[in-house]
């Protein structure tokens, strides 16, 4: 597809061209372009409004793998997995399905593969992903006094993996218009970039403005407003910010998305926890606001902040839903466990 048609539809987009968001690529490529807001004087995006312009250049992998079956789990079925071997007691006979094609592979599966005479898999290939931080401050190990070690980017890197997404950790690149845009160009082979320490008007974004369409430069969610969406080259970009915690929470609710919709494998719903909150949660009315919690004994405590510790040491998150103003002490609530790895 020429890439001025999926500016033009970009462009649209922003416009909030109901036709085009709901249509298929192809139909919205076909839309007029004309121009509308600059993303930043625009209000901010909300979530599944975001979710829904990020994801629609976001196709299967087509790409497969051969692969033994002892390093199949987690790997998406480009084929069904069909028996050799006929299982008794299973119903299942030579050349009958053991798994669908799209089917995810568990750590219990294989045992069931290797009892049918399964030995490899052709599956899809892992989406490959770019993680570029940024930051003048930044170090890679060793930081000197006026610098901090890399943690959002690196702490996404390990996130990523396990979401099933094949990983570039890059080393941190100051904020240099130069510097950024060959750290840019250089992984446009990639499916999906994301870059971490990056705020609306910093010289990344007019970077990312320049090679290709801003989507938009804020999300309405809370931690992490100023998480931004581009299109470079036909490619998804997020833009992350500096903070650890904001970072985290735009990587799961938009990164974790993404990778699935490229493996062509479902998105399974964090496991939850029911517990009665032992604080008022705050929220600004509409964004959609997270906060982690410690859970104890069928309690949720908010915890403050969501700084680096904070965020590691939450047993979970609590969602507010944009069109709420806050949840009550005393209120009954799901508690979502992020750190659930697949």
Same mark, same amino acid.
Do not use: C
């Given at each position: 597809?020429?890439?001025?048609?999926?500016?033009?539809?970009?462009?649209?987009?922003?416009?909030?061209?109901?036709?085009?968001?709901?249509? *298929?690529? +192809? $139909? !919205?490529?076909?839309?007029?372009?004309? #121009?509308?807001? =600059?993303?930043? &004087? %625009?209000?901010?995006?909300?979530?599944?409004?975001?979710?829904?312009?990020?994801?629609?250049?976001?196709?299967?992998?087509?790409?497969?793998?051969?692969?033994?079956?002892?390093?199949?789990?987690?790997?998406?079925?480009? *084929?069904? +997995? $069909? !028996?050799?071997?006929?299982?008794?007691? #299973?119903?299942? =006979?030579?050349? &009958? %399905?053991?798994?669908?094609?799209?089917?995810?592979?568990?750590?219990?599966?294989?045992?069931?593969?290797?009892?049918?005479?399964?030995?490899?898999?052709?599956?899809?290939?892992?989406?490959?992903?770019?993680?570029?931080? *940024?930051?003048?401050?930044?170090?890679?190990?060793?930081?000197?006094?006026?610098?901090?070690?890399?943690? %959002?980017?690196?702490?996404?890197?390990?996130?990523?993996?396990?979401?099933?997404?094949?990983?570039?950790?890059?080393?941190?690149?100051?904020?240099?218009?130069?510097?950024?845009?060959?750290?840019?160009?250089?992984?446009? *082979?990639?499916?999906?970039?994301?870059?971490?320490?990056?705020?609306?008007?910093?010289?990344?974004?007019?970077?990312?403005?320049?090679?290709?369409?801003?989507?938009?430069?804020?999300?309405?969610?809370?931690?992490?407003?100023?998480?931004?969406?581009?299109?470079?080259?036909?490619?998804?970009?997020?833009?992350?910010?500096?903070?650890?915690?904001?970072?985290?929470?735009?990587?799961?609710?938009?990164?974790?998305?993404?990778?699935?919709?490229?493996?062509?494998?479902?998105?399974?719903?964090?496991?939850?926890?029911?517990?009665?909150?032992?604080?008022?949660?705050?929220?600004?009315?509409?964004?959609?606001?997270?906060?982690?919690?410690?859970?104890?004994?069928?309690?949720?405590?908010?915890?403050?902040?969501?700084?680096?510790?904070?965020?590691?040491?939450?047993?979970?998150?609590?969602?507010?839903?944009?069109?709420?103003?806050?949840?009550?002490?005393?209120?009954?609530?799901?508690?979502?466990?992020?750190?659930?790895?697949?």
């Amino acid at each position: 597809m020429a890439e001025s048609n999926v500016t033009g539809w970009l462009k649209t987009a922003i416009r909030g061209d109901t036709a085009a968001t709901q249509g *298929t690529f +192809a $139909t !919205a490529a076909a839309s007029t372009g004309m #121009a509308g807001p =600059s993303p930043s &004087d %625009a209000e901010s995006l909300p979530l599944e409004t975001a979710r829904r312009r990020i994801g629609s250049v976001a196709a299967p992998i087509d790409r497969t793998d051969r692969i033994p079956l002892s390093v199949a789990v987690g790997r998406v079925l480009a *084929t069904p +997995a $069909t !028996a050799n071997d006929p299982i008794e007691g #299973a119903e299942i =006979s030579v050349g &009958d %399905a053991v798994f669908e094609q799209g089917h995810q592979i568990r750590p219990g599966d294989v045992g069931l593969l290797r009892a049918a005479g399964v030995s490899e898999l052709l599956v899809r290939q892992r989406p490959q992903v770019g993680i570029l931080p *940024t930051g003048d401050e930044l170090a890679q190990r060793d930081a000197g006094e006026s610098q901090q070690v890399e943690t %959002a980017g690196f702490t996404l890197a390990q996130y990523v993996d396990r979401w099933g997404g094949k990983v570039t950790y890059r080393d941190p690149v100051a904020d240099d218009a130069p510097a950024l845009r060959m750290a840019v160009q250089r992984d446009l *082979t990639r499916e999906l970039i994301v870059i971490t320490g990056t705020e609306p008007g910093d010289a990344l974004r007019d970077v990312v403005a320049d090679l290709g369409e801003i989507l938009t430069d804020t999300v309405a969610i809370d931690p992490g407003r100023q998480t931004g969406l581009a299109i470079v080259q036909n490619r998804p970009v997020v833009l992350l910010p500096e903070s650890t915690g904001a970072a985290r929470v735009g990587a799961v609710q938009l990164v974790r998305p993404l990778l699935k919709t490229f493996a062509h494998a479902p998105l399974p719903a964090h496991p939850e926890t029911r517990a009665t909150l032992t604080a008022h949660v705050d929220s600004q009315n509409g964004v959609r606001t997270f906060t982690p919690v410690a859970v104890s004994d069928g309690t949720a405590t908010p915890l403050p902040g969501v700084d680096l510790a904070t965020a590691t040491r939450a047993d979970g998150w609590v969602s507010v839903p944009a069109a709420e103003a806050g949840i009550d002490t005393g209120t009954t609530v799901t508690v979502e466990n992020w750190d659930y790895l697949p």
